[in-house]
């Protein structure tokens, strides 16, 4: 069978618009963007207060440990100075960031932060806080605390 030069045109442009149109395979440069928008879909979605809340207790965990030139949380409503460590251990400082006076030790289940410190002057030996960041701000039951920097 002959084909005319219009029939072998035709063929080939149905051909690209069908690949072209989702009809074909898809490319891997068109996998890894829908991969992209579906991880960009479920950050966002981590984010929301909805969310999975096994996701929010890890970025409460991650928000709770000191960064680069910090180390601990001070509040204007409290005179200790807490450090959260990733091993459990809950650190308290007097209202001077001198050496640790206490140690106690720390849990979160959600929103819920556990800390435990036997013999820590005025503190409870157990208490239990809602946890929550309020931009930079760490806010523990009523009180709000930010990062503690030493002065240069």
């Given at each position: 069978?002959?084909?005319?030069?219009?029939?072998?045109?035709?063929?080939?442009?149905?051909?690209?618009?069908?690949?072209?149109?989702?009809?074909?395979?898809?490319?891997?440069?068109?996998?890894?963007?829908?991969?992209?928008?579906?991880?960009?879909?479920?950050?966002?979605?981590?984010?929301?207060?909805?969310?999975?809340?096994?996701?929010l207790e890890?970025?409460?965990?991650?928000?709770?440990?000191?960064?680069?030139?910090t180390y601990?949380?001070?509040?204007?409503?409290?005179?200790?100075?807490?450090?959260?460590?990733?091993?459990?251990?809950?650190?308290?400082?007097?209202?001077?960031g001198e050496?640790?006076?206490?140690?106690?030790?720390?849990?979160?289940?959600?929103?819920?932060?556990?800390?435990?410190?036997?013999?820590?002057?005025?503190?409870?030996?157990?208490?239990?806080?809602?946890?929550?960041?309020?931009?930079?701000?760490?806010?523990?039951?009523?009180?709000?605390?930010?990062?503690?920097?030493?002065?240069?």
């Amino acid at each position: 069978m002959i084909y005319s030069t219009q029939n072998l045109a035709l063929i080939l442009l149905s051909a690209v618009l069908f690949f072209n149109c989702g009809g074909g395979e898809t490319s891997s440069e068109e996998t890894a963007d829908k991969d992209s928008a579906q991880t960009e879909e479920t950050t966002n979605k981590a984010a929301e207060p909805d969310a999975n809340p096994e996701a929010l207790e890890g970025d409460l965990k991650e928000f709770l440990f000191s960064v680069d030139g910090t180390y601990g949380w001070r509040s204007e409503q409290d005179e200790n100075l807490y450090d959260f460590f990733k091993d459990g251990r809950w650190i308290i400082q007097g209202p001077e960031g001198e050496a640790t006076m206490w140690q106690g030790k720390w849990t979160l289940e959600a929103d819920q932060l556990s800390l435990e410190c036997k013999d820590c002057g005025t503190l409870p030996a157990k208490q239990t806080l809602t946890v929550k960041k309020d931009g930079e701000n760490l806010v523990l039951g009523d009180k709000t605390y930010t990062r503690y920097a030493p002065e240069q």
